[in-house]
């Protein structure tokens, strides 16, 4: 079984490249924070604040292992901290083929700002927030990826193309 797994930092287009990426290759799609959601019947932002990161970071781990369930090859977009913790990286290499979107810190600023859906994001000094995250978590997404693909100045057919490349 090999699925094609999206990591990359928050707003670097994991879901919108994901669900495109699942309709060129006919793939079903699935995106670990949507399942999470769904299944917790609430939104992220209410797991993280009435349970906790590690509690949430727990419900990825088990959305990745059910995974290793399915019968279909899927398309799957994660979480920008998936790659945290390396049981996760680990079971996506088991997983099937884990890419990489690179992006820079000031293209993700750029996409999310007035965004609330992103508890870690929160309150003041957002750019500052966000490269200091990228480049505490750089090192997990390179290890957790067999392949990286730069996000910035690309369109989404691009990006599709170049994805659908590396896996066919
Ligand atoms: C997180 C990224 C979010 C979501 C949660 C935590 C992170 O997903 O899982 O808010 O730690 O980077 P997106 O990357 O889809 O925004």
Not at 63 to 78: D, F, G, N, P
Not at 103 to 112: A, D, G, H, M
Not at 146 to 157: A, R
């Amino acid at each position: 079984m090999s699925h094609l797994i999206l990591v990359g930092f928050m707003g670097c287009g994991k879901s919108k490249l994901g669900r495109r990426l699942s309709y060129r290759l006919r793939r079903p799609f699935l995106d670990t924070d949507k399942e999470i959601e769904m299944e917790q019947e609430a939104s992220i932002n209410q797991i993280f604040a009435e349970h906790g990161e590690a509690y949430f970071r727990s419900l990825e781990t088990n959305c990745l292992k059910a995974l290793l369930w399915e019968k279909e090859e899927h398309v799957v977009s994660t979480g920008g901290g998936i790659v945290i913790r390396e049981e996760n990286r680990e079971l996506m290499k088991m997983l099937g083929t884990v890419v990489y979107l690179k992006v820079s810190p000031l293209t993700v600023y750029e996409r999310l700002k007035g965004d609330n859906s992103r508890p870690l994001l929160q309150g003041t000094n957002q750019l500052e927030k966000i490269t200091r995250m990228m480049s505490q978590r750089k090192h997990y997404y390179e290890a957790a990826a067999h392949y990286v693909v730069e996000v910035d100045g690309k369109s989404l057919d691009e990006l599709t193309e170049e994805v659908r490349n590396l896996i066919i």
